[in-house]
Protein backbone atom coordinates (compact mmCIF):
# COMPACT_ATOMS: atom_id res chain seq x y z
CA UNK A 1 0.00 0.00 0.00
CA UNK A 2 0.98 3.98 0.09
CA UNK A 3 1.93 3.76 -3.57
CA UNK A 4 3.03 7.46 -5.36
CA UNK A 5 3.86 7.56 -8.82
CA UNK A 6 5.28 10.19 -11.03
CA UNK A 7 5.19 10.74 -14.79
CA UNK A 8 7.35 11.25 -16.65
CA UNK A 9 10.39 9.99 -15.05
CA UNK A 10 12.58 11.55 -17.81
CA UNK A 11 12.15 14.64 -19.63
CA UNK A 12 14.42 16.56 -21.53
CA UNK A 13 13.26 19.67 -22.88
CA UNK A 14 14.30 23.38 -24.97
CA UNK A 15 14.44 26.70 -23.18
CA UNK A 16 11.26 28.41 -22.58
CA UNK A 17 9.13 25.48 -23.19
CA UNK A 18 6.78 24.41 -20.02
CA UNK A 19 7.18 21.10 -19.20
CA UNK A 20 4.08 19.15 -16.69
CA UNK A 21 5.38 16.29 -14.18
CA UNK A 22 2.17 14.25 -12.72
CA UNK A 23 2.43 12.72 -9.40
CA UNK A 24 -0.74 10.49 -7.68
CA UNK A 25 -1.34 8.30 -5.22
CA UNK A 26 -2.13 4.88 -6.25
CA UNK A 27 -4.04 3.34 -3.39
CA UNK A 28 -4.76 5.88 -1.20
CA UNK A 29 -6.31 9.72 -0.84
CA UNK A 30 -3.96 11.75 -0.55
CA UNK A 31 -5.13 15.11 1.78
CA UNK A 32 -1.77 17.07 1.05
CA UNK A 33 1.06 16.55 -1.28
CA UNK A 34 4.25 18.09 -1.31
CA UNK A 35 7.44 18.71 -4.29
CA UNK A 36 10.53 18.54 -3.16
CA UNK A 37 13.87 19.23 -5.48
CA UNK A 38 17.09 17.26 -4.84
CA UNK A 39 20.06 18.88 -6.41
CA UNK A 40 23.16 16.49 -7.40
CA UNK A 41 24.73 14.69 -4.05
CA UNK A 42 22.33 17.00 -1.98
CA UNK A 43 19.61 16.59 0.60
CA UNK A 44 15.66 17.09 -0.40
CA UNK A 45 14.53 20.66 -0.61
CA UNK A 46 11.00 21.50 0.05
CA UNK A 47 9.39 23.50 -2.94
CA UNK A 48 5.65 23.73 -1.92
CA UNK A 49 2.92 21.85 -0.41
CA UNK A 50 -0.17 21.40 -1.62
CA UNK A 51 -3.83 20.58 -0.28
CA UNK A 52 -6.76 18.87 -2.52
CA UNK A 53 -9.26 22.08 -3.54
CA UNK A 54 -6.58 25.17 -2.36
CA UNK A 55 -3.88 26.76 -3.53
CA UNK A 56 0.05 25.61 -2.93
CA UNK A 57 1.79 27.21 -0.03
CA UNK A 58 5.07 28.13 -1.45
CA UNK A 59 8.72 28.04 1.07
CA UNK A 60 10.44 31.10 0.81
CA UNK A 61 12.37 31.36 -2.47
CA UNK A 62 10.40 29.40 -4.77
CA UNK A 63 8.94 31.59 -7.43
CA UNK A 64 4.87 30.01 -7.72
CA UNK A 65 4.90 32.01 -11.35
CA UNK A 66 7.38 29.46 -12.48
CA UNK A 67 6.54 26.26 -10.60
CA UNK A 68 2.65 26.08 -11.15
CA UNK A 69 1.08 23.25 -8.93
CA UNK A 70 -2.39 22.21 -8.89
CA UNK A 71 -4.04 19.67 -6.66
CA UNK A 72 -7.22 19.16 -8.23
CA UNK A 73 -8.33 15.66 -6.73
CA UNK A 74 -7.07 13.67 -3.79
CA UNK A 75 -4.97 11.32 -6.03
CA UNK A 76 -3.30 13.69 -8.29
CA UNK A 77 -0.98 16.72 -7.85
CA UNK A 78 0.89 18.57 -10.91
CA UNK A 79 4.14 21.15 -11.17
CA UNK A 80 4.46 22.66 -13.83
CA UNK A 81 8.32 24.42 -14.95
CA UNK A 82 7.02 27.40 -16.80
CA UNK A 83 9.40 28.58 -19.20
CA UNK A 84 12.31 26.22 -17.92
CA UNK A 85 15.71 27.41 -17.88
CA UNK A 86 18.88 25.35 -17.73
CA UNK A 87 19.05 26.09 -14.47
CA UNK A 88 15.80 24.56 -13.48
CA UNK A 89 17.37 21.08 -15.07
CA UNK A 90 17.00 18.96 -11.63
CA UNK A 91 15.55 15.93 -9.99
CA UNK A 92 12.01 16.50 -8.77
CA UNK A 93 10.29 14.35 -6.02
CA UNK A 94 6.88 14.85 -5.08
CA UNK A 95 5.36 13.10 -1.64
CA UNK A 96 1.93 12.63 -0.58
CA UNK A 97 0.27 12.15 3.23
CA UNK A 98 -3.31 10.92 3.23
CA UNK A 99 -3.43 13.24 7.15
CA UNK A 100 -2.83 16.65 7.64
CA UNK A 101 -1.30 16.62 11.35
CA UNK A 102 0.96 13.48 12.02
CA UNK A 103 0.69 11.15 9.23
CA UNK A 104 3.99 9.57 7.06
CA UNK A 105 4.94 10.93 3.72
CA UNK A 106 5.06 8.30 1.16
CA UNK A 107 7.22 9.50 -1.67
CA UNK A 108 7.28 8.90 -5.66
CA UNK A 109 10.27 8.05 -7.38
CA UNK A 110 11.15 11.23 -9.00
CA UNK A 111 11.21 12.82 -12.64
CA UNK A 112 14.50 13.98 -13.86
CA UNK A 113 13.83 17.15 -15.72
CA UNK A 114 16.92 18.47 -18.29
CA UNK A 115 16.53 21.72 -19.70
CA UNK A 116 18.71 22.11 -23.37
CA UNK B 1 16.44 28.07 11.60
CA UNK B 2 15.08 24.94 12.38
CA UNK B 3 17.81 22.32 10.68
CA UNK B 4 18.53 18.90 10.59
CA UNK B 5 22.23 17.65 10.60
CA UNK B 6 23.67 14.43 10.12
CA UNK B 7 27.50 14.13 10.83
CA UNK B 8 28.75 11.41 8.22
CA UNK B 9 28.72 12.98 4.62
CA UNK B 10 30.37 9.20 3.46
CA UNK B 11 30.74 5.93 5.47
CA UNK B 12 32.09 2.97 4.07
CA UNK B 13 31.85 -0.49 5.70
CA UNK B 14 32.68 -4.27 5.74
CA UNK B 15 29.68 -7.23 5.78
CA UNK B 16 28.70 -7.36 9.22
CA UNK B 17 30.14 -4.73 10.79
CA UNK B 18 27.89 -2.45 12.87
CA UNK B 19 26.45 0.59 11.73
CA UNK B 20 25.41 3.91 13.55
CA UNK B 21 24.86 6.89 11.81
CA UNK B 22 24.51 10.43 13.79
CA UNK B 23 21.08 12.51 13.28
CA UNK B 24 21.20 15.72 15.44
CA UNK B 25 18.56 18.33 14.95
CA UNK B 26 17.82 22.12 16.03
CA UNK B 27 14.36 22.49 17.00
CA UNK B 28 12.79 23.32 20.87
CA UNK B 29 9.73 21.79 20.27
CA UNK B 30 8.20 18.71 19.85
CA UNK B 31 8.77 16.87 16.83
CA UNK B 32 8.24 13.90 14.87
CA UNK B 33 11.83 11.76 13.48
CA UNK B 34 11.92 9.68 10.68
CA UNK B 35 15.12 7.77 8.69
CA UNK B 36 13.96 7.29 4.94
CA UNK B 37 16.40 5.09 2.97
CA UNK B 38 17.32 5.77 -0.89
CA UNK B 39 18.75 2.84 -2.38
CA UNK B 40 20.63 3.16 -6.05
CA UNK B 41 17.65 4.09 -8.85
CA UNK B 42 14.99 3.81 -6.41
CA UNK B 43 12.84 6.16 -4.55
CA UNK B 44 13.06 7.45 -0.80
CA UNK B 45 11.19 4.54 1.61
CA UNK B 46 10.78 4.77 4.88
CA UNK B 47 13.02 2.95 7.46
CA UNK B 48 11.39 4.03 10.53
CA UNK B 49 9.64 6.52 12.30
CA UNK B 50 9.35 8.07 15.95
CA UNK B 51 6.00 10.12 16.66
CA UNK B 52 5.99 9.13 20.92
CA UNK B 53 6.46 6.43 23.04
CA UNK B 54 9.36 4.02 23.26
CA UNK B 55 11.81 6.37 22.58
CA UNK B 56 13.80 3.32 20.48
CA UNK B 57 11.60 2.34 17.12
CA UNK B 58 12.62 -0.39 15.31
CA UNK B 59 12.41 -0.13 11.84
CA UNK B 60 12.30 -2.69 8.73
CA UNK B 61 15.44 -4.66 7.76
CA UNK B 62 17.17 -4.84 10.72
CA UNK B 63 17.35 -1.20 11.25
CA UNK B 64 16.52 0.73 14.67
CA UNK B 65 16.62 4.27 16.00
CA UNK B 66 16.91 5.72 19.25
CA UNK B 67 15.31 9.38 20.71
CA UNK B 68 17.72 10.80 22.87
CA UNK B 69 15.41 14.03 23.76
CA UNK B 70 18.03 15.92 25.88
CA UNK B 71 20.86 15.40 22.83
CA UNK B 72 18.55 16.11 20.39
CA UNK B 73 19.39 13.46 18.11
CA UNK B 74 17.72 10.57 16.68
CA UNK B 75 21.06 8.27 15.71
CA UNK B 76 20.37 4.99 13.41
CA UNK B 77 21.64 1.53 13.88
CA UNK B 78 21.97 -1.64 12.61
CA UNK B 79 24.30 -4.49 14.46
CA UNK B 80 25.20 -6.28 11.23
CA UNK B 81 25.09 -4.19 7.82
CA UNK B 82 24.54 -6.44 4.31
CA UNK B 83 25.84 -5.55 1.34
CA UNK B 84 21.87 -4.75 0.14
CA UNK B 85 22.30 -2.00 2.68
CA UNK B 86 24.53 0.34 0.21
CA UNK B 87 21.76 3.63 -0.06
CA UNK B 88 21.77 6.97 0.98
CA UNK B 89 20.39 7.41 4.36
CA UNK B 90 18.39 10.20 5.30
CA UNK B 91 17.26 11.92 8.89
CA UNK B 92 13.90 13.96 8.67
CA UNK B 93 12.03 15.61 11.12
CA UNK B 94 8.28 17.05 11.30
CA UNK B 95 7.49 20.26 14.24
CA UNK B 96 4.69 19.87 15.87
CA UNK B 97 2.13 22.25 14.06
CA UNK B 98 4.09 21.99 10.79
CA UNK B 99 1.50 20.27 8.95
CA UNK B 100 4.06 17.40 7.87
CA UNK B 101 6.50 19.75 6.96
CA UNK B 102 9.21 17.36 6.50
CA UNK B 103 13.51 18.82 7.14
CA UNK B 104 16.02 16.60 5.76
CA UNK B 105 19.39 16.21 6.88
CA UNK B 106 21.80 16.23 4.18
CA UNK B 107 21.86 12.47 3.87
CA UNK B 108 24.82 9.86 4.57
CA UNK B 109 25.96 7.72 1.51
CA UNK B 110 26.36 4.30 3.27
CA UNK B 111 28.97 1.68 1.00
CA UNK B 112 29.13 -1.80 2.29
CA UNK B 113 31.90 -3.77 0.84
CA UNK B 114 31.50 -7.89 0.68
Known amino acids: GAVVSQHPSWVICKSGTSVKIECRSL??????MFWYRQFPKQSLMLMAT?????????EQGVEKDKFLINHASLTLSTLTVTSAHPEDSSFYIC????????????FGPGTRLLVL | AQSVSQHNHHVILSEAASLELGCNYS??????LFWYVQYPGQHLQLLLK??????LVKGIKGFEAEFIKSKFSFNLRKPSVQWSDTAEYFC????????????FGAGTRLAVHP
Open chain 1, 95 to 106: SASSDYSQETQY
Open chain 1, 27 to 32: DFQATT
Open chain 1, 50 to 58: SNEGSKATY
Open chain 2, 27 to 32: YGGTVN
Open chain 2, 50 to 55: YFSGDP
Open chain 2, 92 to 103: AVTLSGGYNKLI
